[in-house]
Structures are given as C-alpha cells and as structure tokens.
T-cell receptor, first 110, second 114 residues
Framework: RKEVEQDPGPFNVPEGATVAFNCTYS??????FFWYRQDCRKEPKLLMS???SGNEDGRFTAQLNRASQYISLLIRDSKLSDSATYLC???????????FGTGTKLQVIP | NAGVTQTPKFQVLKTGQSMTLQCAQD?????MYWYRQDPGMGLRLIYY???????DKGEVPNGYNVSRLNKREFSLRLESAAPSQTSVYFC?????????????FGEGSWLTVV
C-alpha cells in the first residue's frame, strides 16, 4: 500500500467552479505536509505548505486533519491555468524517504 | 541559481544498452532522490540518498543502481536497459531540516528504450 493515496481523477470542472481533493496518509509519522503542482511535461513545484490550523493563499485553501490523516486542497473560482496535476509527498523518517501519491489531475474547462 | 540539473534531457537506448543519468544540485542539500513517472502511475521512488555516503532502495529499485558521488551529485545507472524502463526520470533534492524542506526537482529526463 502506498504511503499516500490520492484520487487520480480527472476532475473536470468549469471555469469559476470550486473544487476540492484530498491526500490520505497511511504513515502517521509524517510531520510536515505540502501540496505540489505539476504541469504537463514539467517538473513538480511547491504550491503551498499545509499548516495545522489551515492556511490560505489567494484562491487556494489547504487544511490538515491529523486525526483522520489527510490533507485537503480547495480551489475557488477555478481558472484555466489551474489545470494541472496536484501531488502530495509523504516524508517518513524526516526527509529520508519521500514518496508521492499518484497525483490528482484537474482539468478546468472553458 | 541553477537548482537541480539533470542530464541528458532526452535519450533513446536500445534494449541491453547501459547509460547513466546525471544529477547535480547547488543548494547544499542533504537528501537526493530519483523518481520515475509513467502515465497514470504518479512519481515512484527508485532510490534515495539521505546524506552523502548513503543510498537506499525506494519503491521500484530493480534494474537500477545509484551513486552518491559527493554532496552535490547523485547518478542513476541502467546497466541493461529494458523497454519497461521507458519513462520520464526526475531527480530531486531537499535540505531536510526545519530551515528548508521544499523539494526541488530537475526538469526531467525522457528516456525511451527500443
């Protein structure tokens, strides 16, 4: 079983819609949480960190549910440019072994 | 600031040939990683090096070897390439401390084995 599970999607949403997806962790040892974004044929890049109290960055809201071992990403007012795959890493052992979920593909439709 | 640099960007190999993918980072990071990415499979960890002088197997190590040459460089070797190793390969690095835990990736190496 992978250490982090994601719905691979694709999530097809119209422009302006609100969309949310999760990463569920099987390894409770993960101490820090992040969302990464990967555009087609590009490398993943950090989108945002996820803090215990939840955090926002413009149209993006990240939340952590430590008890249920998942993080969520909410995107409001979706833009065409939000179309990408969203990934989350699992860092068991403090950045020794870092694995990723399958990623969730988001396609925002005009 | 170059970040993580990996070479080559594109390579076509014949079955049974060997090759080495090179990766270097200039951020003085402790940990380095090699992933492969296939359609619908996400990033799968091949090998990682938590610090200079150490390497460990990841999720899919078979058919690969690695060398952490020094703190900057982490190479991935295919000894006898197989069509199943056709993939996009990403090298990554992270400081791995409270002061820096963003994972930085190279631009990827597109490998085709025919």
């Amino acid at each position: 079983r992978k250490e982090v599970e994601q719905d691979p999607g694709p999530f097809n949403v119209p422009e302006g819609a609100t969309v949310a997806f999760n990463c569920t962790y099987s390894n409770s040892a993960s101490q820090s949480f992040f969302w990464y974004r990967q555009d087609c044929r590009k490398e993943p890049k950090l989108l945002m960190s996820v803090y215990s109290s939840g955090n926002e960055d413009g149209r993006f809201t990240a939340q952590l549910n430590r008890a249920s071992q998942y993080i969520s990403l909410l995107i409001r007012d979706s833009k065409l440019s939000d179309s990408a795959t969203y990934l989350c890493p699992s860092n068991s052992g403090g950045y020794q072994k870092v694995t990723f979920g399958t990623g969730t593909k988001l396609q925002v439709i005009p | 600031n170059a970040g993580v640099t990996q070479t080559p960007k594109f390579q076509v190999l014949k079955t049974g040939q060997s090759m080495t993918l090179q990766c270097a980072q200039d951020m003085n990071h402790n940990s380095m990683y090699w992933y492969r990415q296939d359609p619908g499979m996400g990033l799968r960890l091949i090998y990682y090096s938590a610090s200079e002088g150490t390497t460990d197997k990841g999720e899919v190590p078979n058919g690969y070897n690695v060398s952490r040459l020094n703190k900057r460089e982490f190479s991935l070797r295919l000894e006898s390439a197989a069509p199943s190793q056709t993939s996009v390969y990403f090298c990554a690095s992270v400081q791995g401390s409270d002061s820096g835990n963003t994972i930085y990736f190279g631009e990827g190496s597109w490998l085709t084995v025919v």
